[in-house]
Each structure stands twice: as C-alpha cells, then as structure tokens.
C-alpha cells in the first residue's frame, strides 16, 4: 500500500485551508479530522469502527478526536505516575523500611499463618483464602452440637464437617494490618521453581515466601512480632505432644524442616499411667534429665564423647514400650520423630538426612526395630562365613589334619566356595531394598551422625537384633518390660475408673504445663507400691458419675479384682482392652473376671486367635 498516497489524500493542503470562509470553518475541520481518523483507522485494520466513530461524535455534540487526546494525555499520565510510585516506593523500601523473609519450608511460616487468620484485621480483609478446617481426634467438642439418628439414641456425625467454620488467611498478594501501634505490610508471594533434580525429571514445584515489612530501618517491632506468634502457637500446643513422620520423597529431597511431616498433635502422657516397675521408671527418667541437662554437651565435648543417646525397650507386645516413649516426651517437652525402616523410597541417603535434620533435643522412634528385616550386607555375611570356613579347614576340625590337607582345602576353598559365596552375594545386591544394617549404623553413630537426639528402640524379640546394633554406646539402656502383674493390673483397674473424676475437678482450670523438674520430684514421692486401702483422693469421692458402684468402694473391688488375675498371664493392653469394654461398669468387670480369664487362658492354649470371650 502506497501510504504517501493515501496521506496525501487525507490531509488537505495548508493553502486550501487559508481559502475558506471562517462560517464554514468548525465544519470543515470536522470533516478534516474525520478523514484523519477513518484513514488511522483504515491502516491500523480497524473500518469497522469508522460508524462508531461518527456516531459518538453525532451523539456527544464533541469532536472524538479531542476525547481521545484526553485518554491518551491520562494514559501517559498514569504511566507517569506509576514510575514515580514505584521509584519512590523503591527508595522507600531500600532505607525507611526493614523487612523479614520466612521460608514455607520453615516452621516459623506455620506459626506465623496461624497466627495471622486469629487477627480480626486480617481475617476482615478483602483478599482472602478459605480452608477447610477439620477438628482432630483430641480435640475438645460440645457433645450439644452433635446430632442423632432418628431413634435419638445413637450419635449422628453426618453434618459434623458443615458445622465446621473454614479458616481464612491472607490470600496471595499485598496486605498491611497495624498489631501494638505499629503499621506491616505483608506480601505473600507464590513462585513455580524449576527442578532439575527431581527422580521424575526437570519438574516444577510451588514455593511461598511471606515478606513482612514495617517502617524503620529496625526489624525489631517484626522480631517481636514473630516472637509473639511463636509464643502464641506454643501457648496452644501446651501439654500436648507432637509427632513427625518423614515427608514425602520429592519434599524431603531437599533436607531441612521440610524433611518432617506433622501427623499428630496429641495431649501429653502421664507417666503414671504406663505399666512398668517404679525403679526402672525411676532410672530412665534420672538417665534422660541428665543427659538433656545443659551442662551435659560441655561434659561429653571435654572428655571426646559423642553426644548420643539410646534405649533399648523389649518385651512382649502391648507391655506399654510405646505408650512409654509417649510419656517420656511429654515429661521432658520433646517432639516424637518416627522412622519406619521398612518404607520402600527410604534410602540409606535419605536415612542419613532424615537424622542431620533433626531439631536440636528430639526423640526418634523406632518401632518393631526386629521387624525390619536388619542384618549385615550379603558381602559382609559372605565375608564372615569364608573367615570361618577358612579358619576351620585351617584347623581341620580336630587339629589332626597335615600340612598338605590344609593347603589343599585352602586351595580348594579359593576356587570354588569363593566364586560361589561372590556370585551370591552379587544376586542379593541386585534384590536388596531399604535399610542395611551399616546403613542404620552410620546414620546412628556415623562420622556425620547428629548429636544431641534421644534414640529410642523397641522390640517384641531382643534376641534376633544384631550385636553391633545394641552395643553400648548405640544403646546405653535396656528396659525390660514383662506381663502386667496383680499389682499393676490393681493399678490399671483404679486408674480406668476414677481418672474421670480426676479430670472434671480440674477442667475448671485451664491446663499448665509441669516441668520436668516438678513432674520428677513427683513421681519420687510417690510410694513405689501404694496400699491398696489409700484412701481415695476428694476429687474421686464427691460424685461417681456414671458407674455403677460409688468412688469410695473401688479400692476393694480393684484389689479383688487383681486377685483373679494370674501373675504375669496377661499383658496391660489385654487387661485394659477387657476393662475398656465395661469403662462404667467396675462391678460387672469384677463380676466376668473370671469367665475372661478362663477364655483367655483356653485361646492360649489352643492357639487360636478367636475370642471366645471379650
């Protein structure tokens, strides 16, 4: 197209313009500036708008031409001023302001989040994200607001999750709220990372970051901030024990806080309530609060100890090896770190990271220690049993065989069991998977093992664990746990029906959290074997509740009860199981004691799983 032509015929001369009548003037600049802009709009591939043009122009009574250069004046102006906005916000940001980044990887991020959908400022925004928020199993509920089935007799939990408010947080992007008198800004931002280390391949993976900024060249009134939520988040979590698992193998790839997963956050055991014998409770606790002492790492680093740990919990199932462990946490306010070995994508590699992103005191747990298959490495094994077989062709059995024998044996050994023991040993390496025993090892108490944690193992066959595994050192203490006792099934009885009343006397008052200190001295007053004719505390005999029998007469039918138990038959989870079955019903548990026992004892002996009686 010939745009020289088509201008020239668009724009009239300047001398055709001086020739017009000033009458005629406002009409011709219309036409002008029509033909102008139905010539801009025919190069630009817009004719169609050409009517458009004419009809808001005819509707207006303005020339559209002079309405555009408004727009356009505005447009430049706007661009203008957001360069200006965003030089001086830059300036601004740079030296009047400090700011503080939290990672989502960083537990910080949690607290602060949770923290920020509690702030009616926040929670008022317009910029808003809704979760869904379900309650867990600890959680207290108002048995009111829970329905029945249509008979009224049976509970009803089908709009349980309706009634359940969602949670609202700030959504991604800008927002600003005041907290003490002090002005934040905070920017929730939300990038696709590429990763080029992924088992999957080069993948893309979301990572948040919260940026939260105040005016100041101090962070300090973001410090106090941060600090309040921490606290806030702990005040919550009082009394209450958490449980991590590793994550997932595409997050845990990158170490760090990321590698643990939350799965549990549950109330505290008293360790009252674990089944064992006084003293050993006794020794464990006294061992664990010396070696958690602050003073403890300096002694260790003085004499070149390694700052470890280890227990080793064995007996039968349902001794209370576990609930143990649980107690243990909540005693000394520590965080469960739970490692099943026997998780098919868990390397030795992600082993060794899993216990380098340890926190600095933490309990890792590892259960059923016997189950997970862990032996020595199959070149390891052949190399021990060719060291023996070698030893004994050396010897000759007897020590009557020649010179000659044993060369020959020697010779012959070399040759053939060696190859043999080597190529076995090659198709075991190709069917191996999970966690070797040297695996296990080194992340336990290798070079670059993580020091300060608390190892906890536990066992139904002590006996089947390899010797380097148990070895002082790697385990420091054994607890032996056996079949519950008359005593302790007495104990279990008391503790099953009068630990309500207990509670309701004390929910009045909102729940604290002991020390370790005062939970110690505690448990050293009381008498390693209470009498059975203690008089029962106020708070259990001011109301029986629901049972069927009044407070006060429960020492005597705990200790009739025992009686029927035979020492050492059954385990505390078999005693507790009968027991939970009849929770407000000691009389008709003391009354069926005995036709239980007998049905345990006769599964027992015909080796069956079946319960006759339950």
């Given at each position: 197209?010939?745009?020289?032509?088509?201008?020239?015929?668009?724009?009239?001369?300047?001398?055709?313009?001086?020739?017009?009548?000033s009458?005629?003037?406002?009409?011709?600049?219309?036409?002008?500036?029509?033909?102008?802009?139905e010539?801009?709009?025919?190069?630009?591939?817009?004719?169609?708008?050409?009517?458009?043009?004419?009809?808001?122009?005819?509707w207006?009574?303005?020339?559209?031409?002079?309405?555009?250069?408004?727009?356009?004046?505005?447009?430049?102006?706007?661009?203008?001023?957001?360069?200006?906005?965003?030089?001086f916000?830059?300036?601004?940001?740079?030296?009047f302001m400090?700011?503080?980044?939290?990672?989502?990887?960083?537990?910080?991020?949690?607290?602060?989040?949770?923290?920020?959908?509690?702030?009616?400022?926040?929670?008022?925004?317009?910029?808003?994200?809704?979760?869904?928020?379900?309650?867990?199993?600890?959680?207290?509920?108002?048995?009111?607001?829970?329905?029945?089935?249509?008979?009224?007799?049976?509970?009803?939990?089908?709009?349980?999750?309706?009634?359940?408010?969602?949670?609202?947080?700030?959504a991604v992007?800008?927002?600003?709220?005041?907290?003490?008198?002090?002005?934040?800004r905070?920017?929730?931002?939300?990038?696709?990372?590429?990763?080029?280390?992924?088992?999957?391949?080069?993948?893309?993976?979301?990572?948040?970051d919260?940026?939260?900024?105040?005016?100041?060249?101090?962070?300090?009134?973001i410090?106090?901030?941060?600090?309040?939520?921490?606290?806030?988040?702990?005040?919550?979590?009082?009394?209450?024990?958490?449980?991590?698992?590793?994550?997932?193998h595409?997050?845990?790839?990158?170490?760090?806080?990321?590698s643990?997963?939350?799965?549990?956050?549950?109330p505290?055991?008293?360790i009252?309530?674990?089944?064992?014998?006084?003293?050993?409770?006794?020794?464990?606790?006294?061992?664990?609060?010396?070696?958690?002492?602050?003073?403890?790492?300096?002694?260790?680093?003085?004499?070149?100890?390694?700052?470890?740990?280890?227990?080793?919990?064995?007996?039968?199932?349902?001794?209370g090896?576990?609930?143990?462990?649980?107690?243990?946490?909540?005693?000394f306010?520590?965080?469960?770190?739970?490692?099943?070995?026997?998780?098919?994508?868990?390397?030795e590699?992600?082993?060794?990271?899993?216990?380098?992103?340890?926190?600095?005191?933490?309990?890792?747990?590892?259960?059923?220690?016997?189950?997970?298959?862990?032996?020595r490495?199959?070149?390891?094994?052949?190399?021990?049993e060719?060291?023996?077989?070698?030893?004994?062709?050396?010897?000759?059995?007897?020590?009557?065989?020649?010179?000659?024998?044993?060369?020959?044996?020697?010779?012959?050994?070399?040759?053939?069991?060696?190859?043999?023991?080597?190529?076995?040993?090659q198709?075991?390496?190709?069917q191996?998977?999970?966690?070797?025993?040297?695996?296990?090892?080194?992340?336990?108490d290798?070079?670059?093992?993580?020091?300060?944690r608390?190892?906890?193992?536990?066992?139904?066959?002590?006996?089947?664990?390899?010797?380097?595994?148990?070895?002082?050192?790697?385990?420091d203490?054994?607890?032996?746990?056996?079949?519950?006792?008359?005593?302790?099934?007495?104990?279990l009885?008391?503790?099953?029906?009068?630990?309500?009343q207990?509670?309701?006397?004390?929910?009045?008052?909102?729940?604290?959290?002991?020390?370790?200190?005062?939970?110690?001295?505690?448990?050293?007053?009381?008498?390693?074997?209470?009498?059975?004719?203690?008089?029962?505390?106020?708070?259990?005999t001011?109301?029986?509740?629901?049972?069927?029998?009044?407070?006060?007469?429960?020492?005597?039918?705990?200790?009739?009860?025992?009686?029927?138990?035979?020492?050492?038959?059954?385990s505390?989870?078999?005693?507790?199981?009968?027991?939970?079955?009849r929770?407000k019903?000691?009389?008709?548990?003391?009354?069926?004691?005995?036709?239980?026992?007998?049905?345990?004892?006769?599964?027992?002996?015909?080796?069956?799983?079946?319960?006759?009686v339950?």
């Amino acid at each position: 197209m010939d745009y020289n032509a088509v201008l020239k015929g668009l724009l009239p001369s300047m001398a055709g313009n001086t020739s017009f009548e000033s009458g005629n003037s406002s009409a011709t600049d219309h036409t002008q500036h029509a033909k102008v802009v139905e010539g801009i709009l025919a190069l630009v591939g817009l004719r169609g708008l050409v009517p458009v043009y004419g009809f808001i122009g005819n509707w207006l009574g303005i020339e559209p031409t002079y309405l555009l250069s408004a727009i356009g004046v505005l447009w430049a102006l706007n661009k203008l001023f957001r360069q200006i906005y965003s030089l001086f916000s830059r300036l601004l940001n740079d030296h009047f302001m400090s700011s503080i980044h939290v990672a989502n990887t960083d537990d910080i991020y949690i607290h602060l989040m949770q923290w920020l959908a509690s702030q009616p400022r926040m929670v008022n925004s317009r910029d808003l994200t809704a979760e869904t928020m379900s309650k867990r199993a600890w959680e207290d509920e108002d048995a009111s607001s829970v329905a029945r089935d249509r008979s009224g007799r049976w509970l009803n939990f089908s709009n349980q999750e309706a009634r359940t408010p969602p949670q609202f947080s700030p959504a991604v992007g800008l927002h600003s709220f005041w907290w003490k008198g002090q002005y934040y800004r905070l920017n929730r931002k939300r990038e696709s990372v590429f990763d080029e280390g992924s088992t999957a391949g080069s993948v893309f993976r979301d990572q948040e970051d919260l940026v939260i900024s105040c005016f100041g060249r101090s962070p300090e009134p973001i410090k106090e901030l941060l600090a309040a939520a921490k606290a806030r988040y702990y005040r919550d979590h009082q009394a209450r024990t958490i449980v991590k698992r590793p994550s997932m193998h595409h997050v845990r790839r990158f170490g760090g806080r990321g590698s643990w997963n939350q799965v549990a956050n549950r109330p505290t055991r008293d360790i009252r309530t674990v089944v064992l014998d006084e003293q050993q409770k006794q020794q464990v606790l006294a061992d664990m609060n010396e070696y958690l002492h602050p003073e403890t790492p300096i002694w260790y680093s003085n004499r070149g100890i390694p700052l470890r740990r280890g227990y080793l919990f064995h007996g039968p199932p349902g001794t209370g090896k576990t609930s143990l462990s649980f107690a243990l946490a909540g005693i000394f306010g520590l965080d469960i770190h739970v490692i099943s070995l026997l998780e098919p994508s868990l390397t030795e590699e992600d082993l060794s990271s899993l216990f380098a992103s340890l926190p600095r005191r933490c309990i890792v747990l590892l259960e059923d220690i016997d189950t997970a298959g862990l032996r020595r490495t199959p070149a390891e094994a052949a190399k021990e049993e060719a060291a023996k077989e070698v030893a004994e062709a050396q010897t000759g059995g007897d020590g009557s065989s020649s010179g000659a024998n044993k060369k020959a044996v020697t010779s012959d050994w070399k040759v053939s069991d060696l190859a043999r023991a080597l190529k076995h040993t090659q198709d075991q390496s190709d069917q191996k998977q999970g966690i070797s025993l040297s695996g296990l090892l080194n992340a336990i108490d290798g070079v670059a093992s993580h020091e300060g944690r608390v190892l906890i193992m536990t066992t139904n066959n002590p006996e089947q664990l390899d010797s380097a595994l148990i070895r002082p050192g790697r385990v420091d203490l054994q607890v032996a746990f056996s079949n519950a006792t008359r005593e302790q099934a007495r104990e279990l009885f008391v503790r099953m029906y009068e630990g309500d009343q207990g509670r309701a006397s004390s929910s009045s008052s909102p729940p604290s959290s002991p020390s370790p200190t005062s939970e110690l001295k505690a448990i050293e007053e009381t008498p390693a074997e209470p009498s059975a004719e203690k008089k029962p505390s106020t708070a259990t005999t001011e109301s029986s509740g629901d049972l069927d029998v009044p407070v006060q007469e429960l020492p005597a039918i705990a200790r009739q009860f025992s009686e029927k138990i035979p020492e050492g038959a059954f385990s505390p989870a078999q005693i507790q199981g009968y027991l939970l079955k009849r929770k407000k019903h000691p009389l008709k548990s003391l009354e069926e004691a005995d036709m239980w026992v007998d049905g345990l004892i006769k599964q027992k002996a015909l080796r069956t799983k079946i319960m006759q009686v339950q």
